[in-house]
């Protein structure tokens, strides 16, 4: 019996990949390990070492205007559009190592208007707010007050930065001597400081909106300078202790350095973008800067110069919104507007010798905040250990699948973990639509609304990603490609080294409504030309496949129909009509994926706009199977590799889809059954593909969110099965301790298996036995004391098993005597006082139990009262009916006397 559990199809979630910046503020501590960022209401933590989710704090309803981190990432400060100002703190989590478990301190309304930008100083006690209302305040973070109010700005408050100064102490002749020589000083020198004590303060700077610079003195409460040269916001301003120089950045594309001792203006630099971020590198002596072109620029801080040579801008996606840097990392982190975090090594700048040029700040890591809309993905690799990304941009991602342990300082900068970027591929003038890869995982094409295609040469052990060919012809957009996928034989060149021989050809599908061959060729310098065209569909095409053979190709279309065409010729041979609405995918069924009258040229299976999908046989092109069940478009679909587990696997072929309600569902091709159907995401499921080994299927969506799904059938399989042989085993128990008489055994082991049949056929032939032991309460006097010894759950299990037993009229006395001798076995102290826990406490409350048992116990003693009062009257009336027969027989006996004359008596 146990061996007989049918085969059932189960996936669940393995990983995900999810956003983690979606825009706005972004802090790093000082270590460079946690990173705090917006996404969306929430205020999101993540190991940048690890990749891991470390912290997920819900917002107000409202967007997070700002948001910062402490250096040692002791406490988080999220300001919101709702005016409030919430405080955390943050300590690693008792129960996880790579979690953080926050607290909230206090929530504050610290402006009449939103935060705008925030800043902590660099002992992490002091916090400074700047609001729309032109007003700096100064917290202490840890006492949760107000420690400073200034005012004197006339807009938005939008640049904030603590620094220390060094303040010379004077005695009164010193400083008439001062004032006699003030005329002959020149401008910076140190001629002006005493020889008296010197000691640090604190100052604030803040910037406004109004170009102008206000410095206050923390320790007097006052405005030291007001700093008016610029013409626009001030977007960054940094103080450099070895230099006594503080530098503002600003959108009218200047950088200005101001000496501290005078606070005059030093130097001006004219940067000729407009800049949202800059900083000292290198003890002061380097700056960085970083604005709309998308590039990090390095200047001289002695006389201005710019170090780096002309760098190319890059497009609107590409302007640095932020600058993230810590005097003990080796790198900035540059925040681009599409929420792509760049990592930019700072070992190639010398810090002895000052060069004339420095070349631009390597890019060693990239972390991309979101994922956007994923619109398709496909395994790459040799061993399908990387994931290429098409995430509704001009650049293809590729991340790794595998996690390398962080202990090497290297990993722990470059970030080897699982979804980490390794690759971008650039190229394409606009957004990829849509790829495809070979056998080998090293040749990936990708087409794109720019109307070109492009095939790439992935090598990762050598980490080189680049462009192999490009194909150009098509007038319009590209919205499908395909590559054979058939291996070549095992002993030739192409198997042994597949990275010296690209496909064979491949086909491309456009918006011109033609479909084109390309042959690849080693020699590519002089560029490709399509070996032939054809005119295809009458709408869009959107999406095309090339069967296992290499010899034929499909293509799908918006015109609802679905066409196979030589791959030699390009002829037409078929076409699959019976969808009524556009086709959105279609794919050719591996080898061994076949059904009953299939023949033996295999099937294809078509996704559309009608939410269904249909299996076709390649021999006659008629159509096998329909499977309905998606509530929206079927946007993908994925065949995934035939494997029985054994003999019990009657599964046919299966085959994955994804749609537009957000589910991905797998099919038994051969009887037409929804296996299973998957749910993690909120949007579109665009993107969907199967690992040809592991069989792990991932889907990517509109939602951002990359779902990885692993075939857990065999485990589950293995799961029942040892289950339903526990089940046998611990039944065959049941009944041998029945047939032994071992109520004990017996009664508790059918508690244990919730069995409530077996349980209430035990206490039926105890209560009716017909030789009850004398004093006993049930009638047995083993059941009694195993009654009397139940623990909590046990004890409630059976009461729920009285109460439903109680309800019918055949049931019941054998439930009211046993309930008898339950409650005289127990004091009401232990049951008023019985707390169920687990899966049996979720079925009701002890209330609701005894209620019930209350009500139907009280319904069946009035009908036995009932009975009783009625059998009075049958009393009665029977004993009527037998004076009613007494008097006829007196009757019958006269005349069957035959007396036809009165009777006398006589004495």
């Known amino acids: 019996m146990a061996q007989r559990t049918a085969v059932k199809t189960t996936y669940v979630v393995g990983r995900t990949l999810q956003p983690i910046y979606s825009g706005g503020s972004v802090a790093l501590s000082a270590d460079g390990r946690v990173l705090a960022a917006c996404l969306g209401e929430d205020a999101l933590l993540t190991d940048l070492t690890t990749g891991r989710e470390l912290a997920r704090i819900e917002g107000d309803g409202e967007v997070i205007t700002a948001l910062t981190l402490t250096p040692s990432a002791s406490h988080l400060i999220v300001c919101s559009r709702s005016l409030s100002m919430r405080i955390y703190s943050l300590l690693p989590s008792d129960s996880e190592d790579d979690t953080l478990q926050f607290d909230l301190l206090r929530s504050l309304r610290p402006h009449t208007s939103p935060v705008v930008t925030l800043h902590v100083d660099s002992t992490g006690t002091l916090l400074a707010t700047g609001g729309a209302d032109g007003i700096v305040k100064v917290w202490d973070i840890r006492g949760g007050y107000t420690t400073h109010t200034f005012h004197g700005h006339g807009g938005v408050v939008s640049a904030l930065h603590f620094f220390q100064v060094e303040v010379q102490h004077e005695d009164a002749a010193e400083n008439i001597k001062k004032r006699k020589r003030k005329s002959r000083q020149e401008e910076g020198s140190n001629a002006d400081l005493g020889t008296g004590d010197s000691s640090v303060e604190y100052r604030l700077a803040s910037g406004a909106e109004d170009g102008k610079i206000r410095v206050w003195n923390l320790h007097k409460k006052s405005s030291a300078v007001v700093l008016d040269s610029h013409v626009s916001v001030v977007r960054s301003l940094e103080f450099s202790s070895q230099h006594n120089i503080l530098i503002s950045g600003s959108r009218d594309k200047t950088l200005i350095l101001w000496d501290s001792r005078t606070w005059k203006a030093k130097r001006t630099i004219a940067a000729l973008e407009v800049i949202e971020s800059v900083g000292f590198v290198c003890g002061g002596q380097i700056i960085f800067s970083g604005g709309e072109n998308g590039r990090i620029r390095l200047w001289t801080a002695t006389t201005g110069s710019e170090l780096t040579p002309e760098q190319g801008s890059g497009n609107e996606t590409d302007a640095i919104v932020d600058i993230l840097h810590h005097t003990s990392l080796p790198y900035l982190v540059s925040v681009q507007a599409d929420q792509v975090l760049n990592f930019h090594s700072l070992k190639n700048v010398d810090l002895t010798i000052m060069q004339e040029s420095i070349d631009p700040l390597p890019i060693f890591r990239r972390v991309s905040g979101t994922h956007d809309e994923v619109i398709d993905l ?14 509704n941009s001009e650049d293809i991602r590729i991340v790794t699948l595998k996690s390398s342990d962080p202990t090497d300082e290297e990993d722990v900068i470059g970030g080897k973990y699982f979804g980490a970027d390794v690759a971008f591929l650039s190229g394409h003038e606009d957004i990829v ?12 094409a990708t087409g794109a609304k720019d109307n070109t295609a492009r095939l790439w040469r992935l090598d990762p052990q050598n980490d080189s990603f680049r462009c192999f060919a490009v194909l150009t012809g098509h007038a319009e957009s590209l919205g499908a490609i395909a590559l054979p996928h058939t291996p070549p034989p095992a ?3 192409a198997f042994a080294d597949p990275l010296s021989h690209p496909p064979e050809y491949l086909v491309t599908g456009s918006q011109d409504r033609t479909v084109k061959r390309w042959d690849i060729s080693k020699d590519v310098k002089r560029g490709l030309r399509a070996k032939y065209t054809r005119k295809a569909h009458d709408k869009d095409i959107n999406a095309i496949d090339i069967d296992p053979s290499a010899t034929m190709f499909a293509s799908a279309s918006q015109d609802r129909t679905v066409k196979i065409y030589s791959a030699a010729e390009g002829e037409a041979i078929g076409v699959l009509r019976g969808h009524r609405r556009g086709v959105w995918t279609v794919k050719f069924a591996p080898k061994d994926s076949q059904v009953p009258g299939s023949s033996g040229k295999g099937l294809i299976a078509t996704g559309s706009g009608d939410k269904t999908i249909k299996i076709w046989s390649l021999s006659d092109y008629s159509c ?9 478009s079927v946007l993908k679909l994925a065949w995934i590799p035939y494997r029985p587990i054994d003999t019990r696997d009657k599964r046919g072929a299966q085959l994955a889809s994804a749609a537009g309600d957000g589910l991905v569902k797998v099919w038994d091709t051969g009887s037409g059954e929804v296996m299973t159907t998957l749910d993690n995401h909120t949007d579109r499921v665009w993107a969907l593909a199967v690992h040809p080994t592991s069989g792990t299927l991932v889907s990517g969506g509109a939602d951002s969110v990359i779902t990885f799904w692993d075939d857990t059938t065999s485990s589950t399989l293995e799961a029942a099965t040892v289950a339903e042989t526990e089940r046998v085993e611990l039944d065959q128990k049941l009944q041998n301790y029945t047939y032994t008489g071992n109520y004990r055994e017996a009664i508790t082991l059918a508690l244990q298996m919730d069995q409530p049949g077996r349980l209430f056929a035990l206490f039926k032939s105890v209560v009716e036995t017909e030789a009850p032991e004398e004093g006993s309460m049930s009638g047995l006097t083993a059941v009694d004391d195993v009654l009397a010894h139940l623990g909590d759950e046990q004890l409630y299990t059976l009461l729920l098993r009285l109460r439903d037993w109680n309800t019918n009229v055949r049931s019941a006395p054998i439930a009211q005597k046993i ?5 005289k076995s127990y004091p009401a102290s232990r049951l008023a006082g019985l707390k169920p826990s687990g899966k049996v406490g979720a079925k009701g409350s002890l209330k609701d139990v005894l209620d019930a048992i209350k009500a139907y116990s009280e319904r069946h003693y009035r009908r036995v009262e009932e009975l009783v009062d009625e059998s009075y009257l049958l009393d009665f009336t029977l ?3 037998d004076e009613v027969a007494d008097v006829k027989m007196i009757t019958n006996g006269a005349s069957q006397l035959s007396f036809g004359q009165d009777i006398v008596m006589v004495e």
């Open 491 to 493: 002993t030739s060149p």
């Open 378 to 391: 496909t395994y790459v690799g040799s061993d399908k250990s990387l994931l290429a990304l098409n995430t």
């Open 433 to 444: 639509i849509c790829m495809d890869v070979d056998w080998s995982g090293h040749w990936l």
């Open 624 to 632: 096998l199977l329909t499977l309905e069940g998606h509530s929206n």
């Open 879 to 881: 004993q009527e009916m």
């Open 819 to 823: 309930l008898w001798t339950v409650v």
